[in-house]
């Protein structure tokens, strides 16, 4: 006797698993928040709650969603990359080779050079039984080449840069320590930061930030000088 066939159902296929997000992931996440907030996209209230989400946040999924009502964010609703690849994204300028060193310095004290700032050709750095931190993550960068003249003596100084840029370093460490993480960045045309300098008894260190890209740098070096 034949057997009566049936047809057979279709087998749904399995859902990928979600992909675990790492700290790069929430850091360029909480970059876009950030800009979002700046540009009064956001507000205090909404950020807070974002960014809080942001930290908690354990998959990809749940990081998604947090941008995807944000210019920042393509077209298929994933964050858009910061690293840059094109050359077109660093229009440098204006460059004033006449203008001033930048001085900060530290004696039994602290200073600090961070967030939203124009780093010029030279920066002079000084710490003398104090500490200095130079961070250029979200700095604006007037030219390509720029240059940081670190001493600590019995302190510290301390460099912070973008992943995406290249980085050199020329120094001694005299009972103390001088290091500096060489970076060449993809792009022929991406900022050069070079460090120079000694400790004594002290540190001077750089070293790039994880998950901090120079991004755009054009649009928003002209926002800056609001040209």
Same mark, same amino acid.
């Given at each position: 006797?034949?057997?009566?066939?049936?047809?057979?159902?279709?087998?749904?296929?399995?859902?990928?698993?979600?992909?675990?997000?790492?700290?790069?992931?929430?850091?360029?996440i909480?970059?876009?928040?950030?800009?979002?907030?700046?540009?009064?996209?956001?507000?205090?209230?909404?950020?807070?709650?974002?960014?809080?989400?942001?930290?908690?946040?354990?998959?990809?999924?749940?990081?998604?969603?947090?941008?995807?009502?944000?210019?920042?964010?393509?077209?298929?609703?994933?964050?858009? &990359?910061?690293?840059?690849?094109?050359?077109?994204?660093?229009?440098?300028?204006?460059?004033?080779?006449?203008?001033?060193?930048?001085?900060?310095?530290?004696?039994?004290?602290?200073?600090?050079?961070?967030?939203?700032?124009?780093?010029?050709?030279?920066?002079?750095? +000084?710490?003398?039984?104090?500490?200095?931190?130079?961070?250029?993550?979200?700095?604006?960068?007037?030219?390509? &080449?720029?240059?940081?003249?670190?001493? &600590?003596?019995?302190?510290?100084?301390?460099i912070?840069?973008p992943?995406?840029?290249?980085?050199?370093?020329?120094?001694?460490?005299?009972?103390?320590? +001088?290091e500096?993480?060489?970076?060449?960045?993809?792009?022929?045309?991406?900022?050069?930061?070079?460090?120079?300098?000694?400790?004594? +008894?002290?540190?001077?260190?750089?070293?790039?930030?994880?998950?901090?890209?120079?991004?755009?740098?054009?649009?928003?070096?002209?926002?800056?000088?609001?040209?």
């Amino acid at each position: 006797m034949d057997l009566e066939k049936h047809p057979q159902k279709p087998v749904a296929p399995a859902e990928p698993p979600a992909i675990r997000a790492s700290d790069a992931d929430r850091d360029r996440i909480a970059d876009i928040l950030r800009e979002a907030l700046a540009e009064g996209r956001l507000d205090a209230e909404e950020h807070a709650e974002r960014i809080d989400s942001v930290y908690r946040a354990k998959t990809v999924g749940e990081l998604e969603p947090l941008v995807r009502d944000l210019p920042a964010v393509g077209a298929d609703g994933r964050p858009i &990359a910061r690293p840059v690849s094109s050359s077109s994204a660093y229009g440098y300028g204006p460059d004033d080779p006449t203008a001033p060193a930048e001085n900060l310095v530290a004696i039994l004290s602290s200073s600090t050079r961070r967030g939203r700032w124009r780093i010029g050709r030279k920066t002079n750095a +000084f710490a003398l039984f104090g500490n200095v931190e130079i961070d250029l993550t979200e700095a604006l960068f007037g030219q390509r &080449a720029s240059v940081i003249n670190a001493t &600590a003596i019995f302190g510290n100084v301390e460099i912070t840069v973008p992943q995406n840029i290249s980085l050199r370093g020329s120094g001694t460490g005299i009972l103390g320590n +001088f290091e500096v993480l060489t970076l060449e960045g993809d792009d022929p045309n991406a900022p050069l930061v070079t460090v120079n300098g000694y400790s004594l +008894f002290g540190n001077v260190e750089a070293k790039p930030k994880r998950g901090k890209w120079v991004a755009d740098l054009h649009n928003r070096l002209r926002k800056h000088l609001g040209s």
